[in-house]
Nanobody, 123 residues
């Protein structure tokens, strides 16, 4: 069983930056690929970014490509989401998740989830 705890959310003005962190515990960190998803009350949860088990491969949703960067520290058992040039439409609850696949972009491939952290971008 793996546990994931997100942190780093908050309120930021449009154009600003935030860094989300997700601490992972319970199993060997490098056994998992990791991803970030987000959800608003009006929309279903959507894929944001994913990173492979070693960190050598990444994948991004088109809506965040060029603005967000996912990274992982296999010595700190933490995955990060660096968010730049934030827009009001980035406002959502952000979740990190762990998958057994090498890298995964589909929600159904993720078996473990954190509880989320709120990001609010004001215009």
């Amino acid at each position: 069983q793996v546990q994931l705890v997100e942190s780093g959310g908050g309120l930021v003005q449009a154009g600003g930056s935030l860094r989300l962190s997700c601490a992972v515990s319970g199993r060997t960190f490098s056994s998992y690929s990791l991803g970030w998803f987000r959800q608003t009350p009006e929309k279903e949860r959507e894929f944001v970014a994913a990173i492979s088990k070693t960190g050598g491969s990444t994948n991004y949703a088109d809506s965040v490509k060029g603005r967000f960067t996912i990274s992982r520290d296999n010595t700190e058992n933490t995955v990060y989401l660096h968010m730049n040039s934030l827009k009001p439409e980035d406002t959502a609850v952000y979740y990190c998740a762990a998958a057994w696949l090498w890298i995964a972009t589909v929600e159904a491939n993720y078996g473990s989830w954190g509880r989320g952290t709120q990001v609010t971008v004001s215009s």
